[in-house]
């Protein structure tokens, strides 16, 4: 190997010459043995059922023709010049801190690549929008992560102290935090929502004073249309801290109860029949009624003014509720009029108690007086 190299000197132009000839014969072995290697990973994933593996061998192809160019580079100068100062930098040690920086690109190109197949093959196949709303945020934060330890263990190697650096980091990551306070508590609320799942796109949900369809659960907000077709954008903080009432779970199909006024007096037992016939009526006509729970009737109270009953039956949709809770009231009206069962309405009784007036003895003499005058 020496009597090669000493041979390379002696051709005109000494080290240049003989740098420019062992870089081509390094670059063109290396070049041999990535193209053979290349040919026999290309055949292993082709028999794999996953698309994956031959992302990330397209992806990282150009940056191990850089390697190569590197490695035969740092080769032909070593051997010539041995370990030469560059700027008062050993050649070794600027090849490990250029390696460094190749192997945290191709990492972040590898990342790059499993993200972008679980974009194409996996978020399809959920039922959330997480990926759409959350995989570009993701993205970024581990590749500036990425940027970041990597240019630290290069500083490292070049024997910079990265103390400083280190803590800047941190006091600046501490201003963040501090400042985008409400957003941070925003975004990890939504992880939070997005995670346990309780709630979805297309669920009708009451938070609060607000209810409505679930439209979409952002990073930051969750959107709700209303019933009567307005907006709601709630912070994913404000519904991580709040009770949360989902109408769609477990199940859409949902019990709906409603209360009946009957007369003192009347036969019970008989406003139970009238009461289950006429919801048993409307199952028949009201295709939002769900025939297969039975429908119940309680006596609840006694009230006021009235004896109070409980009726309860299954919906298919809470927000259908009130078309069919009023089909059940006009069928149960019906029923009692047959029946002859009264419903009261509101009646007070108000007793008046008029008491003697009060006089004094002064009083009745006087009254004395003018009669016998």
């Known amino acids: ?3 090669l190299i000493d041979f390379f000197l002696s051709f005109p132009g000494g080290q240049i010459t003989a740098t420019v000839i062992l870089f081509a014969i390094s670059w063109g ?9 290349m040919m026999l990973l290309k055949k292993a994933s082709e028999k794999t059922k996953t698309r994956l593996d031959d992302k990330i061998i397209a992806r990282l192809s150009g940056i191990f023709q850089f390697f190569i160019i590197v490695f035969s580079l740092y080769i032909s100068v070593w051997l ?36 972008e197949w679980y974009a194409d093959e996996i978020a399809p196949k959920t039922e959330t929008k997480f990926d759409e709303e959350y995989m570009p ?26 103390t400083p650096a280190l803590a800047g980091l941190g006091i600046a990551g501490l201003a963040v935090g ?18 346990d799942r309780p709630i979805r796109p297309g669920d009708y949900i009451k938070v ?50 409603i209360e009946i006024g009957v007369a003192y007096g009347s036969d019970l037992d008989k406003v139970e029949r009238a009461i289950l016939r006429a919801v048993k009526e409307t199952e028949k006509s009201e295709q939002e009624m769900d025939p297969s729970v039975e429908p119940f009737v309680r006596l ?18 809470y927000t259908k509720r009130g078309i069919v809770s009023s ?41 004395q007086k003018r009669k016998k005058s």
């Not at 072995?29 to 290697?37: G, H, Q, T, V």
């Not at 940027?147 to 290069?154: D, S």
């Open 1 to 3: 190997m020496v009597g």
């Open 178 to 195: 501090l400042a985008l306070q409400d957003t941070l508590a925003n975004f990890f609320a939504g992880l939070y929502l997005l995670a």
């Open 29 to 37: 072995a290396l070049n041999l043995l990535f193209a053979s290697a």
């Open 300 to 317: 609840d109270r006694f009230g006021d003014f009235s004896i109070i009953f409980k009726v309860g039956f299954s919906v298919k949709n």
């Open 208 to 257: 609060g004073g607000d209810e409505g369809y679930v439209e979409d659960v952002g990073w930051r907000s969750t959107r709700l249309v209303t019933w009567d077709n307005k907006l709601v954008v709630l912070p994913n903080k404000v519904l991580a801290e709040q009770t949360i009432m989902n109408f769609f779970g477990p199940t859409e199909p949902t019990r709906h109860v």
């Open 137 to 162: 945020l993701i993205r970024n934060v581990i590749r500036a992560t990425l940027i970041i330890i990597t240019i630290l263990i290069a500083l490292s190697y070049l024997g910079i102290d990265i």
């Open 80 to 115: 010539v010049y041995k370990d030469v100062s560059i700027f008062g930098i050993s050649t070794t040690t600027l090849f490990i801190v250029i390696i460094i920086l190749i192997s945290g690109y191709a990492l972040m190109r590898i990342v790059d690549v499993f993200l």
């Open 327 to 367: 089909k059940v009231l006009k069928n149960i009206y019906n029923e009692f009029r047959k029946e002859g069962i009264s419903i009261p309405f509101p009646t007070h009784t108000v007793y008046l108690v008029t008491q003697p007036e009060k006089t004094d003895e002064k009083t009745d003499e006087k009254r």
